[in-house]
C-alpha cells in the first residue's frame, strides 16, 4: 500500500513528472563531471562472463530489434557526445568514445536508486 494515496490519474502525471525530473537531473549531474573521471576502466563498466560479450542482451531482450527506436541521451545537450553511431577513426575519438560510453554507464547506475521514491504513491505492483 502507497504511503501517498493518489487518484490513477494523478499517479500516472506524477510517474511521468518524476520520471522525467530524475533522469534530466542525474544526466545534467553527469555530464558536468570532467571526462577524466571516466577514462579508467573501473568494475563497474567491465562486461561480466555472464553477460558473454553482450550476447546475452541480444538473447534475452532482442536489442537489436529495439535499440534504434531509443534516442541517443548525449545528443540532447549542448556539451553532451552523441554515441548513436561512431563519427570519427582516430585513436583519440575512440578513447573519447570510450569515456562518453562508461559516463552513460553511469549515469544509468545513477538512476536506479531514485526509482524507490515511486514506491511512495505507487502500489508495490506498480511501483
Known sequence: MPLIELPSLW??????AAWI??????AILSIRMPLRVFTSD???????????SGRVYQRVFHIR???H?????????KCGFAKKHLTGRDAAYFAQFAAESRRA??????????ALLFFLWNSVSVG
Not at 499517479?11 to 511521468?16: K, V, Y
Not at 525530473?21 to 542525474?26: D, K, R
Open 21 to 26: 525530473v530524475i533522469h534530466l537531473a542525474v
Open 105 to 114: 554507464e553511469w549515469t544509468h547506475w545513477l538512476c536506479i536508486p531514485p
Open 42 to 52: 573501473s568494475p563497474l563498466y567491465r562486461t561480466r562472463a555472464w553477460e558473454e
Open 11 to 16: 499517479n500516472i502525471l506524477l510517474d511521468f
Open 65 to 67: 530489434r529495439w535499440k
Open 69 to 77: 527506436l531509443l534516442p541517443d541521451g548525449g545528443s540532447w545537450f
